[in-house]
């Protein structure tokens, strides 16, 4: 069993900075792709950020040029660095993760984080 363990959230002024961090803990598993995700109250869960284990990213357009999503495989975690908050990016933001058993039946398993949550204030 693969777990997503999520920090760096909390409280910012519009402007500002923070970085999430997620990282993965488990025996017997491979990961593959890893994003960050989010949820504002009475909107649906959308991508913000993913990385592949080769490097290559994605963004969403509203967050291009200000945050950058980065990974360390020897730690198995993913992080995001938010530069110039906005108070439309509040949010939970949500680490995600393909991973794969290494041992037979090598089951895909994707795994959700518990969210960690963003304020920023205006």
């Known amino acids: 069993q693969v777990q997503l363990v999520e920090s760096g959230g909390g409280l910012v002024q519009a402007g500002g900075s923070l970085r999430l961090s997620c990282a993965a803990s488990g025996r017997s598993f491979s990961i593959g792709s890893m994003g960050w995700y989010r949820q504002a109250p009475g909107r649906q869960r959308e991508l913000v950020a993913a990385?592949?284990?080769?490097?290559?990213?994605n963004y969403a357009d509203s967050v291009k040029g200000r945050f950058t999503i980065s990974r360390d495989n020897a730690k198995n975690t993913v992080y995001l660095q938010m530069n110039s908050l906005k108070p439309e990016d509040t949010a939970v933001y949500y680490c995600?993760?393909?991973?794969?058993?290494?041992?037979?039946?090598?089951?895909?398993?994707?795994?959700w984080g518990q969210g960690t949550p963003v304020t920023v204030s205006s």
């Open positions: 995600n993760a393909g991973t794969i058993e290494s041992a037979p039946p090598y089951r895909y398993l994707e795994v």
């Open positions: 990385v592949t284990t080769g490097g290559s990213t």
